[in-house]
Protein backbone atom coordinates (compact mmCIF):
# COMPACT_ATOMS: atom_id res chain seq x y z
CA UNK A 1 0.00 0.00 0.00
CA UNK A 2 2.59 2.67 0.78
CA UNK A 3 4.65 1.63 -2.74
CA UNK A 4 0.75 2.33 -4.57
CA UNK A 5 1.04 5.97 -2.20
CA UNK A 6 4.33 7.14 -2.91
CA UNK A 7 3.91 5.68 -6.65
CA UNK A 8 0.85 8.03 -6.94
CA UNK A 9 2.35 10.56 -5.25
CA UNK A 10 5.10 10.58 -7.88
CA UNK A 11 2.42 10.77 -10.44
CA UNK A 12 3.96 7.61 -12.00
CA UNK A 13 2.42 4.34 -13.48
CA UNK A 14 3.09 1.05 -12.51
CA UNK A 15 4.92 0.81 -16.01
CA UNK A 16 6.44 3.64 -14.93
CA UNK A 17 7.83 2.53 -11.22
CA UNK A 18 8.92 -0.74 -12.67
CA UNK A 19 10.90 1.21 -15.63
CA UNK A 20 12.78 3.65 -13.19
CA UNK A 21 13.08 0.35 -10.77
CA UNK A 22 14.19 -2.38 -13.04
CA UNK A 23 11.38 -4.97 -11.92
CA UNK A 24 8.84 -6.04 -13.75
CA UNK A 25 5.03 -4.68 -13.38
CA UNK A 26 3.72 -7.66 -12.36
CA UNK A 27 6.05 -7.61 -9.20
CA UNK A 28 5.27 -3.93 -8.82
CA UNK A 29 1.09 -5.00 -8.87
CA UNK A 30 1.89 -8.18 -6.50
CA UNK A 31 3.71 -5.75 -4.26
CA UNK A 32 0.58 -2.83 -4.44
CA UNK A 33 -1.85 -5.55 -4.06
CA UNK A 34 0.11 -6.63 0.02
CA UNK A 35 1.96 -9.97 -0.70
CA UNK A 36 5.38 -10.07 0.20
CA UNK A 37 8.38 -8.63 -1.73
CA UNK A 38 12.13 -9.69 -1.93
CA UNK A 39 14.85 -7.59 -0.17
CA UNK A 40 16.04 -6.81 -3.48
CA UNK A 41 12.91 -5.45 -5.07
CA UNK A 42 12.67 -3.38 -1.31
CA UNK A 43 15.91 -2.29 -1.70
CA UNK A 44 15.54 -0.86 -5.59
CA UNK A 45 11.93 0.02 -4.78
CA UNK A 46 13.53 2.40 -1.88
CA UNK A 47 16.42 3.80 -4.07
CA UNK A 48 13.47 4.76 -6.58
CA UNK A 49 11.45 6.68 -3.92
CA UNK A 50 15.09 8.16 -2.26
CA UNK A 51 13.46 6.82 1.09
CA UNK A 52 15.13 4.35 4.18
CA UNK A 53 14.81 0.39 3.03
CA UNK A 54 13.59 0.11 6.76
CA UNK A 55 10.25 1.62 6.11
CA UNK A 56 9.56 -0.29 2.97
CA UNK A 57 10.70 -3.33 4.75
CA UNK A 58 8.31 -3.42 7.73
CA UNK A 59 5.81 -2.25 5.21
CA UNK A 60 6.05 -5.69 3.17
CA UNK A 61 5.29 -7.42 6.20
CA UNK A 62 9.09 -8.94 5.79
CA UNK A 63 9.47 -8.01 9.88
CA UNK A 64 6.91 -8.04 12.38
CA UNK A 65 3.85 -5.69 11.65
CA UNK A 66 4.91 -3.17 14.12
CA UNK A 67 2.90 -0.68 11.57
CA UNK A 68 -0.42 -2.02 12.04
CA UNK A 69 -3.56 0.67 12.69
CA UNK A 70 -0.75 3.39 12.04
CA UNK A 71 -1.68 5.46 8.79
CA UNK A 72 0.27 6.11 5.87
CA UNK A 73 0.19 9.54 6.60
CA UNK A 74 1.71 8.82 9.96
CA UNK A 75 4.01 6.61 8.69
CA UNK A 76 5.08 9.42 6.60
CA UNK A 77 5.64 11.81 9.34
CA UNK A 78 7.25 9.29 11.38
CA UNK A 79 9.93 9.32 8.03
CA UNK A 80 10.02 13.13 8.01
CA UNK A 81 10.80 12.72 11.77
CA UNK A 82 13.75 10.28 11.19
CA UNK A 83 15.35 12.44 8.67
CA UNK A 84 15.13 15.15 11.23
CA UNK A 85 16.55 13.71 13.41
CA UNK A 86 19.71 12.22 11.14
CA UNK A 87 20.39 15.86 10.04
CA UNK A 88 20.47 17.39 14.37
CA UNK A 89 23.21 13.78 14.30
CA UNK A 90 25.16 15.11 11.33
CA UNK A 91 24.74 18.79 12.87
CA UNK A 92 26.12 17.53 16.35
CA UNK A 93 28.87 15.75 14.59
CA UNK A 94 30.07 18.93 12.92
CA UNK A 95 30.30 21.40 15.75
CA UNK A 96 32.43 18.61 17.88
CA UNK A 97 34.70 17.79 15.32
CA UNK A 98 35.05 21.59 13.75
CA UNK A 99 35.66 22.20 17.59
CA UNK A 100 38.19 19.45 18.09
CA UNK A 101 40.03 21.01 15.12
CA UNK A 102 39.57 24.47 15.70
CA UNK A 103 41.20 23.66 18.98
CA UNK A 104 44.17 21.81 17.43
CA UNK A 105 44.75 24.71 14.82
CA UNK A 106 45.09 27.51 17.34
CA UNK A 107 47.14 25.61 19.12
CA UNK A 108 49.70 23.89 16.75
CA UNK A 109 49.95 26.63 14.36
CA UNK A 110 47.72 30.09 15.49
CA UNK A 111 49.23 31.95 12.77
CA UNK A 112 47.77 29.92 10.12
CA UNK A 113 43.85 29.33 10.32
CA UNK A 114 42.85 26.06 8.25
CA UNK A 115 40.08 25.15 9.92
CA UNK A 116 38.45 27.10 7.95
CA UNK A 117 38.13 25.16 4.84
CA UNK A 118 36.81 22.28 6.43
CA UNK A 119 34.38 23.87 8.60
CA UNK A 120 33.45 25.91 5.41
CA UNK A 121 33.27 22.79 3.34
CA UNK A 122 31.66 20.81 5.77
CA UNK A 123 29.21 23.57 6.70
CA UNK A 124 27.87 24.06 3.39
CA UNK A 125 27.43 20.17 3.10
CA UNK A 126 25.00 21.14 6.06
CA UNK A 127 23.46 23.86 4.50
CA UNK A 128 22.29 21.50 1.85
CA UNK A 129 21.48 18.71 3.99
CA UNK A 130 18.88 20.97 5.86
CA UNK A 131 17.39 22.24 2.67
CA UNK A 132 16.42 18.90 1.49
CA UNK A 133 14.41 18.63 5.01
CA UNK A 134 13.50 21.74 5.23
CA UNK A 135 12.67 23.06 1.76
CA UNK A 136 13.66 26.08 2.40
CA UNK A 137 15.72 26.36 -1.12
CA UNK A 138 12.55 25.79 -3.16
CA UNK A 139 14.34 25.20 -6.31
CA UNK A 140 14.73 21.40 -6.46
CA UNK A 141 12.17 20.93 -3.57
CA UNK A 142 9.23 18.60 -3.64
CA UNK A 143 7.09 21.17 -5.35
CA UNK A 144 9.41 21.19 -8.35
CA UNK A 145 9.67 17.69 -8.56
CA UNK A 146 6.22 16.94 -8.55
CA UNK A 147 5.78 19.83 -11.25
CA UNK A 148 8.35 18.14 -13.23
CA UNK A 149 6.85 14.78 -13.13
CA UNK A 150 3.34 16.39 -13.81
CA UNK A 151 5.39 18.38 -17.27
CA UNK A 152 6.49 15.02 -18.39
CA UNK A 153 3.74 13.03 -17.88
CA UNK A 154 2.01 15.62 -20.47
CA UNK A 155 -0.13 16.35 -17.04
CA UNK A 156 -0.24 20.30 -17.14
CA UNK A 157 -0.84 22.19 -14.60
Known amino acids: MLIQKLRLKHGWSQQQLADLSGL ?3 TIQRIERGQSASVESLKSLAA ?6 SSLKTESGMVSNLNDG ?3 EEILALEHVRKVK ?3 IHLIQYFIVIGSLTILNLLQTPHHIW ?3 P ?3 WGLGLVFHASSI ?3 LPI ?3 EWERKQVEKRLGRSL
Do not use: K, Q, T
Open 86 to 88: RFY
Open 115 to 117: VLW
Open 134 to 136: YNF
Open 70 to 72: ISR
Open 48 to 53: VFEIDF
Open 119 to 121: ALG
Open 24 to 26: SIR
Open 140 to 142: LGA
